[in-house]
């Protein structure tokens, strides 16, 4: 389904932000301040996403000068993302189960080295 993309806490925050309003447009900036994550992990997710077919964009239809602020880009589900995301959101408990178990594993800071 989500071939072998590496599925990450933030993509699966982002996703099901936007599926909370599955066909409104969200700018990156709104996303960002939903799930709680800084531009510097959230583009570079939405570029990927944007990638694997599950996002579109379009650019804000404004004159920057006259507004006098850049434009921003707005975020949508695709067909396919919507499909993905409802399904990543069903192994979500999974993923996360997975999560929590390699992080018992691994070793503690400053702990011993063989």
């Known amino acids: ?9 933030q993509t ?11 066909t409104a447009e969200w700018s990156g900036a709104e996303i960002a301040r939903v799930c709680g994550l800084k531009g510097g992990t959230i583009y570079p997710a939405l570029i990927r996403m944007h990638g694997f077919g599950w996002l579109s964009w379009r650019w804000e239809e404004i004159d920057p000068s006259e507004e006098k602020r850049p434009r921003k880009r707005f975020y949508r589900l695709t067909a396919d993302g919507e499909r993905v995301a409802s399904q990543l959101m069903l192994e979500a408990p999974q993923r996360e189960r997975r999560r929590q178990s390699r992080q018992r594993l691994k070793p503690a800071p400053g702990g011993l080295r063989a």
């Open 12 to 22: 699966e925050d982002i996703l099901h932000t936007i599926m909370s309003r599955p």
């Open 1 to 9: 389904m989500t071939d072998d993309r590496r599925i990450t806490k």
